[in-house]
């Protein structure tokens, strides 16, 4: 079946690098494409990006000079970069396909 | 970039109420919107598809309906398990972009 699952640090100190990865399985990574989403604490879901099944990639413009996208399909994996993290960053973080498939999402706090 | 305006933010609710969640687009994301729940501490779920076609093991109660760039959820009968944040998302064009959320607590 079907499986998405993020793994990456919990924790990450201000204006460091977030390195993500979404495993998947059930699926090949070049049939479907893969997103990212975020969620801060106690707020709405963001749209950060897309990993397209063709190896193309297209990013929220509020994040576009901080993020990158990026796969191994040989390994089933979608990778998300962020750098220059900021509080406002704390977040949990998904990878999703075609929005019928989640993650469990990670975790992510940005603090020293 | 698309803004989805949803409303209510927040709704106190009983459980048999019928209960409309709406978003609004900002210009023509024809029927590429997509609802979905979020329980506390669980990944979202997709309810609604296109606008109006309900999801995979999806309860009959929940339908979806659109009404010129409004987009409604509609949950009919609410019971204790529909109690929960509901989020819409528009998929017609790059960024794609979600409401704001909208959460329901029990009076």
């Known amino acids: 079946q079907v499986q998405l699952k993020e793994s990456g640090p919990g924790l990450v100190q201000p204006s460091q690098t977030l390195s993500l990865t979404c495993t998947v399985s059930?699926?090949?990574?070049?049939?479907?494409?893969v997103h990212w989403v975020r969620q801060p604490p106690g707020k709405g879901l963001e749209w950060m990006g897309r990993?397209?099944?063709?190896?193309?990639?297209y990013y929220n413009s509020a994040l576009k000079s901080r993020l990158s996208i990026s796969r191994d399909t040989s390994k089933s994996q979608v990778f998300l970069k962020m750098n220059s993290l900021q509080t406002e960053d704390t977040a949990i973080y998904y990878c999703?396909?075609?929005?019928?498939?989640w993650g469990q999402g990670v975790m992510v706090t940005v603090s020293s | 970039d698309i803004q989805m305006t949803q409303s209510p933010s927040s709704m106190s609710v009983s459980l048999g109420d019928t209960v409309t969640i709406t978003c609004r687009a900002s210009?023509?994301?024809?029927?590429?919107v997509n609802w979905f729940q979020q329980k506390p501490g669980k990944s979202p779920r997709r309810m609604i598809y296109?606008?109006?076609n309900l999801a995979d093991g999806v309860p009959s109660r929940f339908s979806g309906s659109r009404s010129g760039s409004d987009y409604s959820l509609t949950i009919s009968s609410l019971e204790s398990e529909d109690v929960a944040d509901y989020h819409c998302?528009?998929?017609?064009?790059?960024?794609?972009?979600f409401g704001g959320g909208t959460k329901l607590e029990l009076k």
């Open positions: 999703t396909r075609d929005s019928g498939y």
């Open positions: 210009q023509d994301v024809g029927i590429y």
């Open positions: 998302l528009q998929y017609d064009e790059y960024p794609r972009t």
């Open positions: 990993m397209k099944y063709d190896g193309d990639t």
């Open positions: 296109r606008a109006t």
């Open positions: 059930g699926f090949s990574l070049m049939d479907y494409s």
